[in-house]
């Protein structure tokens, strides 16, 4: 048996709110949308990473989501630009990773970060 993929599900009363954070602001694509149930994602090759932790590194809290982008710095921008607060960062860590932490709409810490 092999792992195919892993899907985050949040909760979420309002699925225009997940379009605006996940679609408009940081690019991912519509793959499915029932109505009830709206998937957000790319078509990128990935590799299927789950994460355990006792703190989210530097001192901060673990985040419920780590999102790693291409460019953080546009993602920082696009993120500032569509009102969303920056809670932690953006930080150069000793790991070797840029990041900030932010909110999505539905109250979830999400990591942003870029390999240095």
């Known amino acids: ?15 225009a709110a997940a379009k605006r954070f996940y679609g408009d602001v ?19 090759q990935m590799p299927v990473q789950i994460s355990f932790a006792v703190e989210g590194g530097s001192g901060t809290p673990v985040p419920d989501l780590s999102i790693e982008v291409d460019d953080v710095e546009a993602a920082l921008a696009g993120m500032k630009a569509a ?12 790991w070797g990773v840029r990041r900030f932490y932010v909110r999505d709409p539905f109250g979830r810490l999400v990591n942003i970060l870029s390999h240095l």
């Open 26 to 44: 940081l690019g991912l694509d519509l793959l499915m949308d029932h109505g009830w149930i709206a998937t957000w994602g790319s078509t990128e």
């Open 1 to 15: 048996m092999k792992v195919r993929r892993i899907i985050a599900n949040i909760a979420a009363a309002d699925l």
């Open 83 to 94: 009102g969303f607060a920056i809670e932690y960062g953006p930080a150069d860590e000793p």
